[in-house]
């Protein structure tokens, strides 16, 4: 239905619609700006991605493995980037880049299961939701009807902060889902119960592969993707907001930074990966002209623990750090720096920003939404978002 | 007739009235499948005619007392112990893969139990072991030793059909539970509340019908339960105990854990929630609380014997109900094994059949968290729907039998 059409239906009441407010929320909504979220599974060395090069306390913890001072890029007198990095750095002179320090939460739990469903569910430490924050966004206030999904997951089978309300769904490239997607063609429509609620997956799972195929508008990228996991996890997304469609979330996941063990040599290529994969992701939005309508978000279970193992790797952690990018962010340092003199009875740092300020800064400044009922607590949002 | 007599005749009339009929409906074979898809895992044909021709409350009867056979053991390898200081000492990413290897090889040792169940008490042996497994949750992803998964599953299945009560204080003491909530560092004057908590909101009263007072002294009182590492048999550790006076639910006195565990156990809202539980299980999503009650206080009045449990609610109107056939949305498991039986299909190897379960959502003996998998409707979303239909897809081509395509890849075959 067209914006037009839809006035004059609303009848009488399409003379109140005409007033300038209403009339731009008939045709437009807050999910138009995108959010990207970026998984960093097992737990990313915030430690060593953002590097406190002059603290004597990291480099006592990290004899072996710590980034030394001549290495890291500096971005300020006390910190500087990995040096593997080193592609951020034009959006971060370009102030696109934010970075979050010291992102945690209360009674941190160290278990890779527990406390990634902490983060996705946006629970306390000792609470059980069975819903993610953002499905509980979806179902608080749902995404246009017209979106090809709500959300769209790359390189995961796991519906992580989406589990358990909108439409989501996942896939390792748009050819493959639409043919996935054949499987899902029983039709009905039940009344309530079970049924119906089996016929209204398999109806979001048609309803997006129509969409991603039906538009048959490739983009035709000039940029170029890096040849690796992620690049290639990136393209994918690329593709898929290429074809046209609307979405509210895409969530993409480079996985592996569980570095028990001879962490620099893998950690370093993650880093890479990443950071490669990033500045394609933003050169594509560009090309888009989608860039000023994207935030970009990492986030992860935990980071990681500061004093180095016997393996010359690292054990879990609790206070990370993390990044967000686009071209309405605004860029710079958020949060405290760690503080390495004072560490918890495990060896692990506290937190300076709880990581529902984080979703709360999604909520209510990227989409205009309430924060309180979906977080479950009023948190205060941060400044990376006017 | 002389008042005493009428009595007399009363009670002989009744008495008629409540045995079974001789000569008993058959039930036929769309009751025999709903049955048996619930009770067990799919419904293998030869058991939906056997139970076809039997009536409903003779079916129920041949699934709780009908014969069972010993579960194999399982390889040795799964039941090798490997202490804490032993696993430290070993290559990380051999030991990684070691332990890849042996969690393939304990899943396929349970879900070859539930294929090879020989008849519909084994069946609903093995649901109820489940069942259990995801009530007295513990999770290999904290507990790291097949060996201790092994003997608390094999610990699940003794009692699976016998006494809450009993089951209750031994899963209590089972060496992957001491594990998996911390009892093992729960020490006087150093308590640690996790198990005590757990036990309240989980196990048996539910949230709301305790305090926190409740569970700093009942934790005080599961004081000295713990493991041995070296070889990961329970131990009771006497000095860690604390001796002082504890007040649980009201009653005080040098309580122990034990003690406390009866002091649970003599609560109605423990049956009120195991049995809301099987409700959820065997019957329908929506409880009836009036219904609930009524089978709770059997429970408790049989001295927490699950077959009564269970027969009631077998036997109960809402379980046959219309309303309530093809109402329960399978677990992967139900999914897999259910369709193997039912089609009497030859089951995929070990990788594939573990594979299996994780893309359909449902690693055995890791389940998400101590809660367990919530179930319902949380078990479909677009991946894991998907997951299910080119499993369905796979099997049906490996097997040449796409005649059945379109009855597998319907919705309605979500459910049961």
Redesign the interface.
Known sequence: MKRREFLNCLGGAGLMALTPGLAIAAGSSPYDRLLILIELKGGNDGLNSLVPFSDPDYRALRPQIGIRRDEVLQISERMGFHPSLQTLMPLWQAKELAVLQGVGYPKPNL?H??SI?IWDTASTSDQ?L?QGWLARSFVLSPPPATFAADAV?VGS???GPM??GGR???LSNPQQFER??R????G?AARG???A???R??S??RH?ALKLNGLGTDFNFSTEFPQSGFGNTVKTACQVLGSGVDLAVLRLTLSGFDT??NQPGVHGNLLTQLAKGLTALRSALIELNRWQQTLVLSYAEFGRRPRENQ?RGTDHGTANVHFALGGAVRGGLYGESPNLARLDGSGNMGFSVDYRSVYATVLERWWRQESRQTLGGRFAPLGFIA | MHPAFRNIFIVFAFGILSIEPVFAAAMGAADARHLLNRAGFGARPADVAGFARLSRTEAVGRLLFGPTVDVPSPPDDLLEYQSPAMLRAQDKEVRKQEQRRRVIGLRAWWLAAMLKAPTPAAQLRERMTLFWHNHFVSSLQKVRSTKLMVEQNQLLRRHALGNFDELLHAVSKDPAMVIYLDSATNRKGSPNENFAREVMELFTLGEGNYSEQDIKEAARAFTGWSIERDTGEYRWRPFAHDNGSKTVLGVSGNLDGDAVLDILLAQPQTAELVVRKLWREFVSATPNEQEIRRIARRYRDANYDTRVALRELLNSQAFWATENRLALIKSPVDWIVGTLNTLEMEAPDSQRLSLALRQLGQDLFAPPNVRGWPGGEAWINSSTLLARKSLAERLLQRDGRTDLREALLDPSYQLK
């Open positions: 278990s299961f527990r469903e059980y069975a997951i089978q796991d519906m589990t358990g989501v769904v996942a996935m997607a499987l899902a063609e029983g009905g119960g079970p049924l609620y089996i016929q997956v398999e979001d799972i997006a028990h063990q393996s």
